[in-house]
């Protein structure tokens, strides 16, 4: 008996958990090919028009930034903020900003490269994935806001809802995990701890350069490879996703299709919840708890993005549990937050928040394309930057307040 040992559902257990679905999904097809085939069709429709074009520039950007030590050399003025409040080396800093405005795909691909230059530890990429755990903006802005409600307001509305409970998750799973015990971060240099602010990220730029060693050329040709492999993972998820949903609400006519959807994909989920509860161009016939439960379903992500989060951080063996916990206070923090929050944030966006489309994108989901998602990229840039100067003048608050105390104790 003190032989058998249960083994955990890591991200090293994916593939074998793939090929069982594509068992069944095989089988599944061959019983009813005509309806499979819409569904991937479907799924393969959503990936090619939305999630493509939004998260390639963002995953080669990210491989490039890290690859030339601009992460590290970030990380060192976003070190107090990530250190003290989720106890994460300070290059995980631009991994957080990464994945709130490019989405899970891409937050998981900068754990990745992070863990495999050394810089964060098997425990630190798993803790760090689960709070970089976003949806993308596009989904909610262009895809949610524009396309499902016809409201750019909603869709900003839902954006800082799911921000804020996103955050708020990260930090309840920082206090609830406590400090790791075996595993610690990499060690810093004591020449650098001395060393003054810019010396300090100049060494961090220099180290982490010297560690990659790709030239430009090569460097940039890896970077879109690996960025195109991602998506095709991604894609080929969520098209196998779509052709089980629609398997699911078959064999059990008595499951909710919005409810199977949302479980299980993203995006086939919220499109579902929306088209069930909302009136037509009337997202307000969806009450506060229908908007709640969006939020909430957005928040979750679906078994869908977190396996395709877990799947590109197979090196790092995460457990599945743990990362599904998070994202299962994400959904709870996104429901209770839409409740207390939803109306003073759609009466705040009026006087301060723009729009990202105009009502012409609003008339039919048809107008979404790659050419309406490449056109929101520049701003998705412009708010990754914003972000990231919130998050340094966190990370200077956080400096001042230790150094007082110091200065006082």
């Known amino acids: 008996m003190?032989?058998?040992?249960?083994?955990?559902?890591?991200?090293?257990?994916?593939?074998?958990?793939?090929?069982?679905?594509?068992?069944?999904?095989?089988?599944?097809?061959?019983?009813?090919?005509?309806?499979?085939?819409?569904?991937?069709?479907?799924?393969?429709?959503?990936?090619?028009?939305?999630?493509?074009?939004a998260l390639l520039p963002f995953l080669m950007l990210s491989e490039m930034l890290t690859a030339t030590g601009f992460v590290h050399g970030l990380g060192v003025l976003l070190e107090p903020v990530m250190t003290r409040i989720f106890r994460l080396p300070g290059a995980g800093g631009w991994t957080l900003a990464l994945g709130m405005t490019a989405g899970f795909p891409a937050g998981a691909g900068g754990v990745q490269?992070?863990?495999?230059?050394?810089?964060?530890?098997?425990?630190?990429a798993g803790r760090l994935a689960s709070i970089a755990h976003f949806a993308s903006p596009v989904t909610l802005l262009i895809v949610v806001g524009v396309a499902f409600l016809h409201s750019p307001a909603a869709g900003y509305t839902l954006l800082a809802i799911h921000w804020i409970s996103g955050l708020a998750a990260g930090v309840t799973a920082t206090l609830l995990t406590g400090r790791p015990k075996t595993e610690a971060p990499v060690v810093v240099p004591s020449q650098r701890k001395t060393a003054s602010?810019?010396?300090?990220?100049?060494?961090?730029?220099?180290?982490?350069?010297?560690?990659?060693?790709?030239?430009?050329?090569?460097?940039?040709?890896?970077?879109?490879?690996?960025?195109?492999?991602?998506?095709?993972?991604?894609?080929?998820?969520?098209?196998?996703?779509?052709?089980?949903?629609?398997?699911?609400?078959?064999?059990?006519?008595?499951?909710?299709?919005?409810?199977?959807?949302?479980?299980?994909?993203?995006?086939?989920?919220?499109?579902?919840?929306?088209?069930?509860?909302?009136?037509?161009?009337?997202?307000?016939?969806?009450?506060?708890?229908?908007?709640?439960?969006?939020?909430?379903?957005?928040?979750?992500?679906?078994?869908?993005?977190?396996?395709?989060?877990?799947?590109?951080?197979?090196?790092?063996?995460?457990?599945?549990?743990?990362?599904?916990?998070?994202?299962?206070l994400h959904g709870v923090f996104a429901f209770a937050f839409t409740l207390l929050l939803w109306t003073p944030l759609m009466n705040l966006r009026e006087t301060v928040l723009p729009a990202v489309a105009g009502p012409e994108v609003a008339e039919s989901t048809a107008t979404l394309g790659a050419l309406n998602v490449w056109n929101v990229v520049p701003q998705l840039l412009g708010l990754q930057s914003l972000l990231l100067l919130v998050i340094i003048a966190l990370s200077a608050a956080v400096s001042a307040v230790t150094w007082l105390r110091r200065l006082n104790g």
């Open 2 to 53: 003190n032989n058998f040992k249960i083994r955990r559902f890591t991200s090293a257990s994916v593939p074998f958990l793939s090929g069982a679905v594509a068992i069944v999904l095989a089988i599944a097809i061959i019983l009813s090919p005509e309806s499979s085939f819409q569904a991937s069709l479907q799924g393969l429709k959503l990936w090619w028009t939305l999630v493509f074009p």
């Open 197 to 328: 602010l810019p010396r300090r990220m100049h060494q961090a730029v220099t180290e982490a350069r010297a560690r990659d060693g790709r030239g430009f050329g090569k460097l940039l040709g890896e970077s879109v490879s690996t960025a195109v492999q991602s998506l095709m993972v991604i894609g080929g998820y969520m098209i196998m996703f779509a052709v089980v949903i629609n398997i699911a609400t078959s064999l059990v006519p008595q499951l909710p299709p919005a409810l199977a959807a949302s479980f299980l994909e993203i995006h086939l989920g919220a499109n579902a919840l929306t088209s069930e509860l909302t009136a037509p161009h009337d997202f307000s016939s969806m009450g506060i708890t229908g908007l709640a439960l969006l939020s909430a379903a957005l928040g979750w992500s679906g078994i869908c993005g977190q396996l395709q989060a877990l799947t590109l951080l197979k090196r790092a063996k995460i457990s599945f549990l743990p990362y599904a916990a998070v994202r299962l």
């Open 113 to 124: 490269l992070l863990h495999k230059q050394g810089s964060i530890t098997d425990k630190e």
